[in-house]
């Protein structure tokens, strides 16, 4: 992994400009710019193999069952080692209050006791006593280690879905990923006609869905949804469901001149999470900065 870094410096010239937008939410982007800014480069720098790649694609397109979920694809143990042994003190550098709980865990990579198979199941919500097991000679909470092994391999999660083809239209109506079956992070409407697409909060991957519609409960009934925004910034939105209390941030990018990565999109939207959730919504996923206290 040794191409320029010209991903994680397009993510810092993208949070240079929130800073000098929104610079109350400086905590924020102190917290989690180096592990973004590093991401990006483990995500440029990755190369999942192509046979993986041709199985997700050969899979039918069944509406409801992710392509992925069961057998998405892990780096090998000597990539994942190295993607850990910049991830993790990426993760210590913005919150340096974890470096203690940390340390043990890259240590149980480096000696084989967590692996590639392992990170992956427990990001995609599997695992579940396996999860527990592990997190106990660490001493930490399971959903701490959850969150650890969802970071190490969300790079190369998105690199994957990045090389898979955009879904024909209507081919997937569910509110949930048809890679990974992962709930969005975002909401983006794009295009001329406005389309909406969703992106995945695991593996970026996006897809067409219906615009009047809550991805969390499906309803339509358009007294159940709401749309919040600052009148100053109206591109920038929290798609409310009164019948599921969920939410969702959203962006409309049509008439928008420069658009940053969705990751950095939602560090400046922080505002919008929290007024839905002193709203009493709560986000259809959970992320890094939308965990509000």
């Known amino acids: 992994m040794n191409a320029e870094r010209t991903a994680s410096n397009r993510v810092r ?8 937008d929104s610079p109350q939410l400086e905590a924020i982007y102190t917290a989690f710019e180096e592990l973004l800014a590093v991401e990006a480069d483990v995500r440029e720098e990755s190369r999942p193999d192509q046979a993986a790649i041709d199985r997700i ?3 039918p397109i069944t509406d409801g069952v992710p392509r992925a979920a069961q057998d998405f694809p892990v780096p090998d143990t000597e990539t994942f080692k190295e993607m850990a042994r910049r991830l993790i003190p990426a993760m210590s550098h913005g919150l340096p209050n974890l470096t203690a709980e940390l340390e043990p865990i890259l240590a149980a990579i480096e000696d084989g006791r967590i692996t590639p198979d392992v990170c992956m199941n427990t990001a995609l919500g599997r695992a579940t006593d396996e999860l527990n097991a592990l997190a106990e000679p660490f001493d930490v909470q399971p959903e701490f280690l959850r969150f650890v092994c969802g970071r190490l391999v969300k790079a190369w ?10 879904l024909p239209e209507g081919a ?3 509110g ?26 695991f593996c970026g991957y996006k897809w067409r869905f219906n615009r009047l519609m809550c991805p969390a409960c499906e309803t339509e009934d358009m007294d159940s949804l709401e749309v919040i925004f600052h009148e100053d910034r109206t591109h920038e939105r929290a798609e409310l469901c009164h019948k599921c209390r969920r939410y969702v941030l959203s962006q409309d ?3 928008v001149a420069s658009q940053p990565p969705p990751h950095v999109a939602a560090m400046g939207m922080v505002y919008l999470d929290i007024i839905a959730q002193e709203k009493g919504f709560n986000p259809i996923a959970p992320t890094l900065t939308n965990a509000i206290e």
């Open 57 to 59: 694609q050969d899979q």
């Open 157 to 166: 999660a998105e690199k994957t879905a990045s090389l898979l083809g955009e």
């Open 176 to 201: 949930y990923c048809p890679v990974c079956g992962s709930w969005p992070d975002l909401s983006v409407i794009e295009g001329v006609e406005g389309q909406r697409k969703l992106h995945c909060s």
């Open 13 to 20: 010239s993208a949070i240079e400009q929130l800073r000098s």
């Open 172 to 174: 997937w109506t569910k």
């Open 253 to 255: 990018i049509r008439n």
